[in-house]
């Protein structure tokens, strides 16, 4: 999307620093893997919480949609979304 490209290195920062913030609250919330794929981000975490805890910042920070999908492994996956 236009708005990932016009902000992607912001997005990118917000994302690391609130996996910084999470390591204060659970030190095993880190990020495994952050790639590039179908014109937007997919952020690969140690844990649910952290992938929240992301999706949330960046609904308050940047508006959008965010929804939170589990599975019965206690996996989730959380899409952000912004219209252009």
Excluded at 6 to 20: G, M, S, V, Y
Excluded at 29 to 40: A, D, H, K, L, T
Aim: proline share 2%; net charge neutral; glycine share 4%.
């Amino acid at each position: 999307s236009s708005f990932l490209t016009a902000h992607k290195d912001e997005i990118l920062h917000l994302i690391r620093n609130e996996a910084e913030r999470a390591k204060e609250n659970n030190p095993l919330g880190r990020i495994v893997e952050i790639s590039e794929f179908n014109n937007g981000i997919v952020v690969t975490t140690t844990n649910e919480k952290l992938a929240q805890r992301i999706g949330r910042t960046l609904k308050s920070t940047y508006q959008g949609h965010t929804t939170y999908q589990w599975s019965e492994s206690k996996f989730l996956s959380v899409e952000w979304q912004r219209p252009d």
